[in-house]
């Protein structure tokens, strides 16, 4: 067989590891065969390729040294910044619980769902940077660096194209090679410079016509932080061709501008050339979710299943919001559909639990949380499906086993900030007054997003006679959810007691 | 500003107008019987000096009088039958009543004086051919201070100086006669024989000595006097003189008294508050009294209690509203909270946000326009509304019933049918159900207390269950690679153990971190307090790799760690070299 036609057939059933040895071979024998060397540079690209839309975790320095920042106080409803605004629709913080950044949690992990924007240097720096939460210092780091480091392990003797010898403007004239070479620069060696020189030769040399060079100048331009430059390519690209990518890059563009009313623009502006175009809409829904407008949310993610059906993400979120909605009924429907479609894991099986228990199927209730337990691998996913059961287990009033849960919580996950809050709650009510305090105040440390363990700390230090500390925690409880009458309520008697003689 | 409303029409505002004036010292009238009602105001000035009589003619001061005294009350009347129809303004002022036609000074009224008690004027006699020692003197005007004789004002002044100053003090006034004067506490005018709008009227006034005078307009005598058990301070009048005629006095101990023509006996009919009257109104046959305990009560005039309303803060003036041309009556109350509500009957109908606490009111016609409502602010400002023709007070209760959250509909989610069959299938298989919960529970509870059981003996929490030695600990990592901080703060939980000589270690892959101190020795730990250690940790490898580092606490002689507490470390930056 000829070997380019097996490499081609290995290349499509992605099997991308025998493809590139099989081009290895052909380039030895004859080193300016051209086609092998295509396929060989689109082989290495697509092992490590990342869909650039998708993936876009904000590093440290973008969050803390953001230049784009025009007010520091955004109007409300208009900033994916800071914490949700009041005229949310959807239930409040008492009852969906929020991500350290004060949205609402989502029902499908993404990059940017979990951690939010701290507000201080010191925040960011300290706020529990383990592997599962800490953020790369800089986008240009972290994820890229391990992508970039990669191609050079898996190729002992050099790397395959050598960047720096490389004449930018022979290749620039030549379409179909720079395709490839592009995309081998830029996703495979991570040498972003180097991509948008020859991304720059190319949209010169097809005389400023290809979309597709401009969509590349435009990442090259994303990932060195110019926005505004990629902004400009995108709307060019998009003013010749209209394409989904375009639009997508657009939108991202703008969310990280922190501009997400226009993002929504783009993407409607783009639902009207493609309807029903799935990747558009859960846009959408994504920023609507992270505007705290989780109606509105929902709703495109209804759209999303109308064109596709199967789309994990939309079930997911859907699912999080009927739960959240005292239709646990609801949400548990959704999740079987998750699992029928061969979602199998502990997350799914925690979630199908909990569910089960808040509609009342309690015979399912347990065997749910077993499976979970038994298909857990990560420790701080144990923890949590730990934490749930004990929730389970204060349903049904076993106080005993419900203190027993948390502690294995704990054990396995030591920043479960939740857990350490209901234990100081057990704690308070067995009066050790002194175990509690300490459990509240390791949880707020942990968790500042959290609004429980300030309340619940104000209250003891109510209880006690401390006066002082339990004003400033109920203020800080009002401040990190501002419509929470306890709190309030505690802080009217305390400024009462305090203008007391 | 005001907010808008849609039942009054802002007509002039003038917050600084500095005009320091009551409810009592607030009158509009046609004083120039040119149809043109002017406002006009007794100025308080600062309270000491500076006291004006001024006239508004619309928004404009038309003129401006000095009045010695404080002015207590502002009345116009017509005290005779020429045309044009002007009527004149009684000021009243100390125990004197001013009265001014055509804005000029025409007469002055002065109360009858009255009888001095004889021992105090045998007194002043003595004194003036200095025949009584001063401080004698002193110590009888006292004595009878103390068992409640009413004395001269000369006298009470002696009593309120030192004693070094009495002697100039006697020098200065024995000579002047003796003279026991009341002052006038509150104003009004009744219709003498007529009940025409331009009809004389005489002036009917409370004094301190707790009696009510009528004066005759024309030739200024006494007609009627009424001793009353207090002080009144509020008074009401509706009826002809010479008819019959009905006065109102509220009084300084909280009764309200019904005068008669005719009857003497006035503890008849009277009403008892609980509190003390601030401000008391007559509409029709109802009697609107305002009290100091923030509520609004209303009587009929037979003194049976109608109503009582509760008010949101405390009211600092009241004012009637009788507005013909809409035959709408209501009563007007202004309260410190910057706010004035209008009450017809019982019913709050419209609530006036004020940017200042109003002091003074007057509901009539001003300039050319029916209903105005005249205030004056307690910051000095004039403030004048007129109500709008097209304004509706509906008759009903802006605060009773139900709140109006209440009829909104909660957004709550309707049970769907799912939830209808799941509890179909929940009553049909109940039993069923049931066990498998009950077997499941039994199995979860062994796999917690096993789970439990393993951790407690790895010691893999980072809570301590041993009582003898309550610790938490708590571990965070800083900084971004590849050199960490490592800090690890512990807290011994209980109240009143201390804990000693315990170390703390840590367990990581050696090929991937290096600490800088790899043994730490925990001091005494005082109960309570929180520890924190730190040590500095270096990355060896800048591959991206990380992983989870073990802090241990250890006690020496025990094969196990107390407490452990697992840290998963981020992911290191590799040096960046420049």
Redesign the interface.
Known sequence: MDPLFMAYSYFRRRKYKEAVDVCTQILERNPYDQAAWHLKTRALTNQVYVDEVEVDEEGLAEILMDDNVIANVSRPGTSLRGPAVKETSGPTQGVRPTSQGGRPLSGYVRPGTQSGRPGTMEQAIRTPRTAHTARPVTSASGRFVRLGTASMLSTPDGPFINIARINFSKYASRPTLAKGLFEYIFHHENDVRNALELAALATEACQYSDWWWKVALAKCYFRLGMYRDAEKQLRSALKSDEVIDAYLHLAKVYCRLDQPLAAIEVYTQGLKQFPGETTLLTGIARIYEGLGKMEEGVKYYKDVLKSDNMNVEAIACIATNHFYTDQPEMALKFYRRLLQMGVYNAELFNNLGLCCFYAQQYDMTLTCFMRALSLAEDDVVIGDVWFNIGHVALGICDIKLAYQCFRLALSHNNDHAEAYNNLGVLEMKKNHVEAARSFFQASFVMAPHLYEPHYNFAILADQLGDFQSSYLSAKRAVETFPDHVDSKELLKQLKEHFSLL | MTENSDKWLDAYHDPVASLYTFTQCLTLSDIQADGDWKLIVADLGTGTYDMKLKVYKNTTLLSEHTIIDLPTGVVTFYMDTLTPRTPAIAVASGPYIYVYKNLRPYFKFTLPPLDIHPVEEDLWNQAKTDQVNILNMRDTLEAMRQEGASLTVRSIKLLQMETNNLQNFVNLHKNTPLKKQTVITCLSTMKKSVPDDDAISCLVLGTENKSIYILDPEAFTVLATVNLPNVPVFISVNGLFDVDYRIVVSCRNGCIYTLKRGSTDVTRNMIELNSQPVGMERVNKNIYVGCMDETLHCFTSKGKKLWTVRLPASITAMEAIDYKPKSFTAVIVALSNQEVHIYKEKYLVDVLKMDDVVTGMRFGRFGREDGTLVMSTKRGGLFVKILKRTAKFEEKDKLAGPPAAQNTKLN??KK?K??VD??Q??REQCV???R??QR??A???L???R??VK?LDSS????S?DPME?L?L???????GPTFKFSVKL?N???TQSSSNLLITFDYDEHLYDFRKKLIQVPILV??L?YSFDTFIDCKT???L?DNVKVYVLKPGKSIPLIT???????S??IVLV
């Not at chain 2, 893999?460 to 809570?463: G, T």
């Not at chain 2, 708590?474 to 971004?480: D, E, K, L, R, T």
């Open positions: 709550l989610p769907t799912l939830f799941q509890t299938r929940e069923a159900m049931h498998t919960f499941d529970l199995q979860l509870r796999k917690v207390l789970e439990y951790a893999m929490n980072p809570i269950s309550p938490k708590s571990a965070h990592v800083q900084g971004i807290q939980t209980s109240l109960p309570g929180t800048d591959k991206g990380s507490g697992v840290v998963s470390m981020p992911v930056e590799s």
